[in-house]
């Protein structure tokens, strides 16, 4: 079906929050709206706080590939890079043995670590990101095993899992990532390596002949990538209370999926991370409607699958647009 | 302009038509109640600045757009073009100007793409016949190209003429043409010219978009101007001059000839000797001084380019000494020529010249963003600040700052280059081909841009492939021919002709 679009928005999607992504707003509050009317108790607080808990680790795997996304690079490693940096943190975390702060820590580096061999991969050898990150994900994931000899780490300190606990009624997870959002939403924003990635992934020649380190801005795109979903893996290792290595299948994809939802373009240089929570959290509600009208979890996917691609296609009518004037 | 610019009469023989088609792209009018008609077997040429209107109408007489308003008749009958396809049915072709090849095919494999003469079996391809076919199709436009190339190892003129043979094979009655020549070397334009006329004497109609006044008048026979999205009118080519035809285009008339006098040079800024990278340019010597435009002439594939990269840092040289201000500089990035004081306007501004999604102020402030920063933090006000001078220096029209690149015309988007690379105020300015592309108003106002550089007492490199545009700006001339400076000449006193002729290969 070709999806004409000869309106023309007169501006193109900037760096502002949420700037061009009301289609997305809408379509949230209409879900949320439709599913109020249905289960009152949609809008209680208890589910709302479940929801935002559920939708946090993909919320802060999807923060971190938005900025390879932005480069027009993809990595596929970040389920493996939870379940690895949730065993190193496990292994780290049996009562009394460390501090909490060393098994955090240990998490996010673990994770930057695999950042920063995706990012040589990629700048230094040319390996396309697909590749180089598909390797990482085989990789990591095998590491995680090695690790944990196969089996889950456990006798976790209960010191860490409160990392998955609640503050004030606020689920922790929520809590870091609003922080983690609002960092590197503040890092688009303001810093002129937030401008670069922009820049990189629309135009990467126009980049390199503007004086930008082109690769430099790649690897730490992939850096700070990796350092998140260390991070994520250290919530979710809180959360089940174990490192799993098993754990973390296909989580790259849903956090794709959020990013592209989210109109960040696959090809580069468009998005943000405003668009990006709105993503997760359409994801978010979708999956926690779809639980309430007790939809089995098999039919979840098949309808989880034709919302992702009807979100997007949506968004490609309304944003053509530029492409069609003589580009 | 009444009695030259009417229609022509015989209206017998027009073939396809437009009639009073209106566009808008998103409250932005592109075009309003434009009529033209291409006629059988004629080259007709539609000119303009860029916003004119020629590509919007060319692309929906190929299926590309739909119009608002209006319709387009194919012999007469109204037709519904809503796709390249359909067009193409009708006989209507267009070569675009990024042409679009599939470049591990043979020559023969891309003519007869999508047509290929079936074999025995249902869904194989008789290979016997597809040479064949491609052979006679290239005799027709009398070409000599081998069938069995890959296309990836044509040059574009070759690559060109293969598109325009598809398009005849796929029995085009018009074919549209959008800047056919940007890319092509004066021998190779004369070859295009000769197909086109070799189909033009067979029936073929061509519809011919170009900024080059000299190609008008060569190939045309009829020229259709349009401004602001509206026909100024119609007129036989032979009843029009060049200073007429850029007068309708812009609406005023321009005053042509040397745009400057001569400048007073000051000391050596950049020095350049013995510089070479095999198979690209030998043992080149240059010398540039403050307050100079150094013209460098040549023709495709002289070097000029590849002499320009090396400067910049984007593709060092192999060998040779480049000294800036009478020091040995190592120039290996774009980032090391910038340190140095040294900025650049490239070649192909589509390609590396912005980013196109990016606002106008973003783009401006790109190569110079730490001017506006304090560490690493961006200060907005600043560099909102910056990027309002940097507008108001080289008169980019923009809606607002925050309009994308990609939205502005190719002057303006040429512009926003200019302005990239003066941000960091370079001393010396290096220009690869600065109004390729842009319309005669826009390459006015860049001309007086670059004459204010000098002025400004910067050293100016220019390179163009427009002879009467560096005999206008340039200071001193230098010719480089196969990769090598042959002559420096006087830019006010040698005529075009002898400059080509020292381009020329022998």
């Known amino acids: 079906m070709p999806c004409r679009s000869d309106k023309h928005s007169a501006r193109v999607p900037k760096l502002e929050l949420f700037a061009g992504r009301l289609g997305i707003v809408v379509a949230l509050l209409a879900l949320a ?89 990629v ?200 492409k069609e004037r003589g580009v | 302009m009444g009695e030259i610019l009417r229609n022509g009469e015989n209206r017998g023989n027009v073939w396809l038509e437009a009639l009073g088609v209106s566009k808008s792209f998103g409250g932005v009018r592109a075009l309003l109640d434009v009529s033209f008609e291409l006629r059988r077997g004629e080259v007709h040429a539609l000119m303009g600045e860029n916003g004119a209107g020629k590509s919007t109408l060319v692309k929906i007489l190929a299926g590309l757009h739909t119009p608002d308003a209006g319709e387009v008749r194919v012999d007469g009958r109204k037709v519904e073009l809503r796709s390249p396809h359909e067009a193409i049915r009708h006989g209507i072709a267009m070569i675009h100007q990024e042409l679009m090849p599939v470049p591990d095919l043979t020559v023969a494999e891309n003519l007869l793409l999508g047509r290929e003469p079936c074999g025995r079996l249902p869904g194989t391809v008789d290979r016997g016949a597809l040479r064949r076919e491609a052979g006679r199709l290239l005799e027709l436009l009398k070409v000599d190209l081998p069938v069995d190339a890959p296309m990836r190892t044509l040059s574009v003129a070759a ?150 990269a090396a400067l910049f840092g984007l593709a060092p040289a192999e060998r040779g000494e480049i000294r800036v201000r009478g020091r040995v500089a190592r120039i290996r990035h774009p980032p090391d020529a910038m340190g140095l004081g040294i900025g650049m306007v490239t070649e192909d501004r589509r390609a590396d010249g912005f980013v196109p999604l990016m606002s106008v102020r973003h783009n401006i402030t790109l190569a110079s963003l730490e001017r506006c920063c304090r560490g690493p933090v961006i200060r907005h006000a600043a560099e909102a600040e910056a990027a309002a001078l940097a507008i108001a220096r080289t008169g980019i029209r923009a809606s607002d700052d925050g309009q994308a690149v990609v939205q502005l015309s190719g002057g303006n988007q040429q512009k926003v280059v200019f302005a990239r690379a003066l941000m960091s105020d370079p001393e010396i300015v290096i220009l690869d081909e600065p109004t390729r592309g842009i319309d005669v108003g826009a390459k006015a106002e860049v001309h007086a841009l670059v004459a204010g550089l000098a002025d400004q007492g910067k050293a100016v490199l220019l390179i163009s492939s427009e002879l009467a545009e560096l005999l206008a700006l340039s200071d001193r001339l230098l010719v480089m021919r196969q990769g090598e400076v042959v002559a420096e000449l006087d830019p006010l006193t040698v005529s075009q002709e002898e400059v080509l002729k020292h381009a020329m290969p022998i």
Request: aromatic share 4%.
């Open chain 1, 33 to 121: 709206a439709v599913l109020a009317a249905l289960k009152p108790n949609f809008l209680s607080a208890a589910n709302l706080t479940n929801v935002v808990r559920q939708v946090s680790i993909n919320g802060i795997l999807a923060v971190g590939v938005t900025a390879v996304l932005l480069t027009g690079g993809v990595d596929l490693s970040l389920g493996a890079l939870v379940a690895l940096t949730g065993v190193v943190a496990a292994h780290l975390a049996h009562p009394g043995a460390y501090p909490l702060l060393v098994p955090i820590a240990a998490g996010i580096l673990a994770g930057a670590a695999c950042g920063a061999v995706n990012g040589a991969v």
């Open chain 1, 123 to 322: 700048t230094r050898c040319g390996v396309p990101s697909f590749i180089a990150t598909l390797g990482m994900m085989t990789a990591a994931r095998g590491l995680a095993l090695v690790l944990s000899d196969g089996r889950p780490v456990s006798n976790m300190s209960p010191a860490l899992t409160r990392l998955a606990g609640d503050v004030a009624g606020i689920p922790v997870p929520a809590l870091i990532l609003a922080a983690v959002a609002a960092a590197v939403a503040w890092m688009l924003r303001n810093l002129r390596l937030g401008r670069y990635l922009y820049a990189v992934g629309g135009n990467e020649q126009a980049a390199r002949a503007a004086g930008i380190r082109v690769q430099g801005v790649k690897f730490a795109a992939y850096l700070l990538c990796g350092a998140l979903a260390g991070l994520a893996g250290v919530v979710l290792a809180a959360r089940i209370t174990t490192g799993q290595p098993n754990a973390g299948v296909a989580y790259e994809l849903d956090a794709i999926a959020a990013v592209v939802i989210g109109g960040t373009r696959l090809s580069g240089g468009v998005g943000g991370v405003g668009g990006t929570l709105l993503g997760v959290l359409l994801m978010g509600v979708i999956g926690n409607g779809l639980d309430l009208l007790n939809v089995p979890s098999y039919y979840q996917q098949i309808v989880k699958g034709v919302i992702i691609i009807g979100a997007v296609w949506f968004d490609r009518c309304h944003q053509a647009s530029g």
């Open chain 2, 159 to 308: 690559m060109q003429t293969v598109e325009i043979a598809r398009a005849v094979g796929s029995d085009a009655a018009a074919v549209i043409m959008d800047e056919p020549t940007a890319a092509l070397s004066d021998r190779e334009v004369e070859a295009l010219f000769r197909t086109i006329r070799a189909l033009q004497a067979r029936g073929t109609a061509f519809i011919y978009i170009t900024h080059k006044m000299d190609e008008v008048f060569r190939i045309a026979d009829r020229i259709t101007v349009l401004r602001d999205g509206v026909r100024v009118g119609t007129a036989p080519a032979s009843g029009l001059d060049e200073t007429r035809l850029i007068a309708l285009m812009v609406g005023r008339e321009l005053i042509g000839g040397r745009v400057r006098g001569r400048a007073v040079a000051g000391e050596s800024l950049l020095s350049v000797s013995g510089l070479s990278r095999t198979g690209a340019y030998r043992d080149v010597r240059l010398e540039l001084r403050r307050g100079e435009i150094l013209g460098l002439a040549g023709l495709m594939g002289a070097g000029r380019s590849e002499v320009a």
